[in-house]
């Protein structure tokens, strides 16, 4: 199986339920938060890392007689699963813009974690080291784009974010 099946997914999530949440949500989720110094660059990194990522499955397979495979699979299905609950959680802020409940009760940045679970599991599952460094460099560099968003939110919601900071952590 052309291991680029396992991009759809994640495009059909990302685009396609948020999509249906409302125009409001999908144009959210497109905004980066404004950058500073090194978070420039991160950025740019953190775009490439995301375009190979999508685009290196066209050339390798899934590995199915592999004992990886129940591992990658488990990975994958659990980063969708973490996917669909964040991408509904981030279509309904409360009224003053802010995630808050849902899987957001639990960490505040749930999207990057279930795209990093199922990038690991792709990586896995397409026996691929190449894909399991750009999984690093993207996580690595999602970092700080995450930065400068609590940088954003701290000034947009103000003693509102920095509470719920205290309350739920950054990843897990």
Do not use: D
């Amino acid at each position: 199986m052309n291991a680029f099946l396992l991009v759809l997914p994640l495009l059909l999530i990302r685009f396609g339920l948020l999509g249906m949440q409302g125009k409001s949500a999908l144009s959210r989720a497109a905004m980066f938060a404004p950058l500073e110094g090194g978070e420039k660059a991160a950025y740019y990194v953190y775009q490439l890392s995301n375009v190979f990522i999508m685009l290196y499955p066209l050339f390798l397979k899934v590995q199915t007689s592999s004992p990886l495979f129940i591992a990658g699979l488990f990975f994958c299905v659990l980063g969708m699963v973490v996917l669909v609950c964040s991408t509904l959680a981030f279509a309904k802020p409360n009224q003053s813009g802010l995630n808050e409940s849902g899987i957001y009760s639990f960490s505040r940045n749930p999207m990057y974690i279930g795209y990093f679970i199922y990038f690991v599991g792709c990586a896995l599952l397409m026996h691929s080291i190449i894909l399991f460094i750009a999984v690093f460099i993207f996580q690595l560099t999602a970092h700080w784009i995450i930065l400068s968003e609590e940088r954003w939110c701290r000034s947009k919601f103000g003693s509102q974010y920095t509470h719920y900071m205290k309350r739920v952590r950054r990843y897990l």
